[in-house]
């Protein structure tokens, strides 16, 4: 396992954007597959976007489509999540994810189970 910290959560309005990052620590972090779930109270934690090892590939929540880039910098250890348009329904905490499975070079998951390391989680507010 690898430790996640996440950063740059906050208040913003609908309709605005926000740029959350996830540093990992070790050496080892090209050989996660990451991804970024969100969560509120009383529900199920919810996919929101992964990415392959080595970025060349990427998946994200239908609701989000063409509001929502995931990335990373292998060089850096980190993955970040660019949020546009945000909606105040979209007002959860925010947790990075990674994941060892074999295939991660090349499969996508959206099952938070497939993952085994986990940051703490940002939270993200969007008013109504």
């Known amino acids: 396992q690898t430790q996640l910290v996440e950063s740059g959560g906050g208040l913003v309005q609908a309709g605005g954007s926000l740029r959350l990052s996830c540093t990992a620590s070790g050496n080892s972090f090209s050989s996660y597959g990451m991804g970024w779930f969100r969560q509120t109270p009383g529900k199920e934690r919810e996919f929101v976007a992964a990415?392959?090892?080595?970025?060349?590939?990427?998946k994200y929540v239908d609701s989000m489509l063409g509001r929502v880039t995931i990335s990373r910098d292998n060089a850096k250890n980190t993955v970040s999540l660019q949020m546009d348009g945000l909606k105040p329904e979209e007002s959860a905490t925010y947790y990075c994810a990674g994941t060892k499975a074999a295939l991660a070079r090349i499969l996508l998951f959206a099952d938070s189970k497939m993952y085994d390391s986990w940051g703490q989680g940002t939270q993200v507010t969007v008013p109504s």
């Open positions: 990415i392959t090892t080595a970025g060349d590939k990427t």
